[in-house]
């Protein structure tokens, strides 16, 4: 007589079988797991290195009139920092003049969401408010930020430094239009122009109108800006549980022949 499976065997055998595929199943889960933490990583440190490629982009690209600000961010009292750039160029198409702001904002998580935000120039001035033609654009970066602060070295005191211009609104730059102020010429007050055609007493008859020497010739008018502009900044980046990530970034002169 044919004997078949009791129900004690067939419970084994579906344990087994169930215990077999419980375990694929936790492998593959802990794989895809794996490789989106992978991708996850990977997509983040390409952020933060666009990020910073386009800060240095920025600060490379400064025009001669351009006014860096860094100043405590409203709303987080001075535990955060945003930087302000009055006639930088536009980081989108780097030709358009403007107001770049880079600051951050809460997220909903509690974290920091860093972003980049662009006003296109000319601005029309109101005599009480700033009516903008343009509406600014604003583009978030990072995410998932616990901090992001700025210092800068100030070459007076050869310390870095947490502020920066900081009573500079690049709106009010604008308004004013004043950045550059001529130096390298003599103090207010003094004649500025050379007069050749006056017989100097001192010198033989004749000598008037000899062209001048090389220490007659006024001096070449420079143009520098009326606020200063730092040769270094430094960027902090902290995430959650990691350890501060610091760049360095060189500052063009402001300088210019005029």
């Keep these: 007589s044919r004997r078949g499976f ?3 065997e067939m419970s084994i055998v579906l344990l087994i079988l169930a215990l077999l595929v419980g375990a694929v199943f936790g492998i593959l889960q802990s794989s895809l797991q794996l490789a989106d933490n992978v991708k996850a990583e990977s997509d ?3 952020r933060i290195q666009k990020f910073v490629e386009l ?13 860096i600000s860094i100043r405590p961010q409203k709303g987080f009292g001075s535990q955060q920092q945003m930087m302000e750039i009055a006639f930088a160029l536009s980081p989108f198409d780097a030709a358009t003049p403007g107001i770049v702001t880079i600051g951050s904002v809460a997220a909903k998580d509690g974290s920091l ?11 029309n001035f109101a005599s009480t408010q700033r009516n903008n033609t343009t509406r600014p ?25 947490d502020q920066w211009n900081e009573k500079a609104v690049a709106a009010d730059i604008i308004k004013s239009g004043q950045t550059i102020t001529p130096t390298g010429l003599p103090p207010t007050g003094q004649n500025l122009s050379l007069n050749l055609n006056v017989t100097n007493p001192t010198q033989p008859l004749g000598a008037a109108n000899s062209p001048a020497t090389p220490q007659q010739q006024p001096p070449q008018s420079l143009g520098t ?3 200063p502009r730092p ?3 430094e960027l902090t980046l902290s995430e959650n549980g ?12 402001s300088v210019v022949p005029q």
């Design 6 to 8: 009791t129900l004690l």
């Design 44 to 46: 983040r440190e390409l």
């Design 55 to 67: 800060c240095e982009n920025a600060f490379n690209r400064l025009p001669p009139d351009a006014v």
């Design 113 to 123: 969401e860093v972003g980049v935000s662009f006003e296109e120039v000319p601005l």
């Design 137 to 161: 654009v604003e583009v978030p970066l990072l995410r998932g930020i616990h901090s992001m602060h700025w210092r800068v070295y100030d070459p007076t005191t050869q310390r870095w430094v």
């Design 225 to 227: 800006s009326i606020y």
């Design 231 to 233: 040769p270094m900044l």
């Design 242 to 253: 990691e350890e501060p990530r610091r760049w360095i970034f060189w500052i063009p002169e």
